[in-house]
């Protein structure tokens, strides 16, 4: 029978890396388009994916004591006006629901673009005495944003997300908050999807409409962009008093609580893709692959093949690896391929010569290293193996994020280093908006944020020369 | 220190059932209103109900090889008009997106209702093989339907629930398909919810809009009426046909796959609601309690007390059981109020006489029995009446649904049953519309449905006379 589907070239990642991604995207069958424009169908594999992230993070917040809910997706438009800067920067990209079932309806609704404004009145409704507090609330979701220019995971008019919402007694507490959510980011994209990032309060600019502070994790790509990974923002008591949110204190006086927001979205597995992925597909660390290990029989009509292949699909099963073997008729070239399109860490192959000899042989997917592993030490080897691949990628986006960082000391070098290397570019800041504008008009980026960890690369800022407030990192961003 | 907050009486179910149901919803803090009419809050209690279904649903469909997919929110307006009975079904309760950003859009997307549309133009796509098939795809989202009258979890404009999808080579697979699907439903609520079901065909009026056959699970509330709580739809080959949808069969010829879909809402909240709660409040089904057992500390202020408590809510942790001290300083008597309106399984107690005897004392949520449990026994005991909860749960609400099945043989005789005993009334019935309408108007029951499990009432539809074909069972719906 002939074969009906073969895994097709992708365009390489140095030709066009846009391209790339999207074919990558397209081809190991993470997403489809659907009949509306920048609303993408995310298939099995790309939702797996995505499983295995929620999961993660849905044990971590559970950890740290916070419950799920479930918000409407419909906000009036006189509830979103209720915070001015939170309008504002929203409105531009509501979609709105005007008719319900025959009847146009009195008042717009917009799905949410964010959920704020709805925790914000649930919170007047239930929240009364220092003992309602703190609430620890996080949703899962997805949410619309009319964005003008869209791409699968990167930029969608609705992705889907986790929304953290939190409303605390004290402004230390909400604070604190915000930085135990932005560390539980850091720890997934680090620990789970082999991303290192960089830490920092993003500028007024940047920051999220309506909040005091927002805290970012920043990633790099192979492309040398950085995507904003993880934000976590801290409100002070702004959004309680446009809301009317009081609480009777411990000293039995009213006040105003503090509130907290933070998320992370499907956006990170556009990050992975462009983390990880090489010219043969996606790349996917071992602890986020929906099949970590796949097995293939070499010269499977030869006796005994099949059934050892199965036998070790069963043995690693039982051993809590996510495990697969590929028993279809295609050729090995095409399961090769096709495996190596869908970015499984591990190939595992069995054949004739490996049964003699008491073995089967390990292909790491981030590097194409073949190692041969004894049969009677499958158990154990296997997940090593898959810590190897696990840590190499994270060595390897460490050596990329940490070999493209410079250092400049005037806005016309920073500049030339974003157009000659790329990355990362360090420099000192006044704080002002306006220096912050002039490094995105006359050298195209943006700032990235204001690291926690701070260095002192001199006394004024490059772009004015006034003194100098804080180091920030400036980058072209996705 | 003033208690600021008290757990309040609620409305007796026999004095007014519909204000019962509500107050549960709100005093037990499953719910809030939102600023939208049939927009509900699911607060953290609510939510953890829904997720403990959710797990156990998610599991089945996984062990058997369903996966998950995220489709869009919005259908065009087309997309959805593709299918003659389907549009003509959903079109009128549909919300619409008109503008997005600041522009009037071209065609007004509608917010899914149901997502038949999007899978089938998703599997227009990528269907191309007999390889390609069966798509076993499921998606946990939540939906919108624009309807006049809402009640918390029965009927809201918004709910959340779960809408498995499928797609076959052959009739007699996706046939298998859907009722392998109603199996699922069936042993979801009677085995976790303890919610006993009758299964059985939807007549051609209650059917799904575009079906060629749907199945129901019918659960009997305490007040003896109906609610249709999960349905599996076969859709033949009809959306296929109307979505052009192909592929090469092994035979190598084009022919159109065959599909199915199935789901389960959060209505089943309400069910839960219905069947096993009391004038107290919830109860709730141990293997779907959020809290299976509420240790409370008796005379906390004796020395050990509140460390002994300690130690039982860590002993019943480790055994695996989802348990919770109350260490607050609220009196024991709102203690006992607030976790019972809370429908906790297990209340157990442990105060100075109890240490002294080495023992605690567990109430049953479901009969209030007391029983003394030796502490060296905790761990085989507390799991043991738990399963005994779970057992009396289902053995009432069974006793309920068989009690209240009653065998008219005539239409007088029908509506009279319902009017004095309430219930699901059997009969005989010809297949005629007309008869299912004027048992609507006359007995002012609908078709609950045509049960798989036959008897052999008379030969006559008792409506008009003519030869009957089906034994069906009537009833009032939720």
């Known amino acids: 029978m002939a074969k009906e589907k073969k895994v097709e070239q992708i365009t390489d990642m140095e030709v066009d890396f846009a391209q790339w991604f999207t074919d990558v995207c397209i081809k190991a069958e993470l997403v489809d388009y659907s009949a509306v424009k920048g609303l993408f169908i995310m298939r099995p594999y790309g939702y797996a994916i995505w499983e295995n992230i929620m ?18 997706m419909l906000i009036p438009e006189s509830l979103l006006q209720q915070e001015k800067d939170h309008v504002e920067g929203f409105a531009p990209e509501c979609a709105w629901v005007t008719v319900g079932g025959s009847e146009e309806l009195p008042e717009r609704l917009c799905v949410r673009p964010t959920s704020e404004t709805l925790f914000c009145q649930h919170w007047s409704h239930v929240v009364h005495s220092w003992r309602d507090l703190p609430c620890l609330y996080n949703q899962w979701c997805s949410v619309l944003r009319w964005e003008k220019t869209t791409r699968p995971f990167l ?51 940047e920051k999220f409409a309506g909040a005091e502070n927002t805290y970012t994790v920043e990633c790099m790509m192979h492309d040398h962009k950085a995507l904003q990974s993880g934000t976590s923002h801290y409100f002070g008591d702004g959004f309680a008093k446009a809301f009317d949110i009081t609480f009777t204190n411990k000293e039995n006086k009213l006040a105003h609580p503090f509130e907290t927001s933070w998320g992370m979205s499907t956006r990170v597995i556009g990050g992975l893709i462009m983390t990880h992925g090489d010219n043969s597909g996606l790349v996917l660390p071992p602890k986020i ?53 869908k970015g499984v860490p591990l190939r595992v192959e069995i054949g004739p010569k490996d049964m003699e000899k008491g073995q089967c042989v390990a292909v790491r997917r981030d590097n194409g290293e073949k190692i041969v592993v004894a ?27 940490d070999s493209h960082i410079f250092e400049a000391h005037s806005l016309e ?66």
Chains 1, 2 share one sequence.
Not at 55 to 72: I, Q, S, W, Y
């Open 289 to 341: 692959a929906p099949i970590q290990v796949i097995v293939l029989p070499i010269a499977a009509h030869k006796p005994g093949v099949t059934e050892k292949a199965e036998e070790l699909v069963s043995r690693l099963k039982a051993a809590g690896i996510r495990c697969k073997g590929d028993f279809s008729d295609n050729s090995p070239g095409w399961k090769f391929a096709n495996w190596e399109m």
């Open 413 to 478: 070098e920073a500049k030339e280093l974003q157009e000659t290397r790329g990355g990362f570019i360090k420099t000192m800041w006044c704080g002002d908006l306006q220096c912050e504008l002039d490094m995105k008009e006359k050298a195209g980026m943006s700032s990235r944020c204001i690291p926690f960890e701070q260095e002192h690369l001199g006394d004024t800022c490059p772009i004015c020369g006034k003194p100098a407030k804080h180091m920030i990192y400036w980058g072209v961003a996705y």
């Open 375 to 401: 049969l009677d030490e499958l158990e154990t080897r296997i997940p090593e193996l898959l810590n190897d691949v696990q840590q190499g990628l994270f060595d390897k986006a460490k050596a990329n994020l």
């Open 155 to 205: 930029r969608g008019r609705e992705f889907l997300w986790q929304e953290g919402h939190t409303i605390h007694a004290t402004e230390e507490e909400a604070r604190a908050e915000t930085l135990q959510m932005l560390e539980i980011y850091a720890d997934t994209l680090e620990n789970d999807m082999a991303m290192p990032v960089i830490r920092g309060d993003k500028t007024e600019k």
């Open 55 to 72: 999961h993660t993070l849905d044990r971590k917040f559970k950890e740290t004591g916070h419950e799920n809910v479930a918000m409407p």
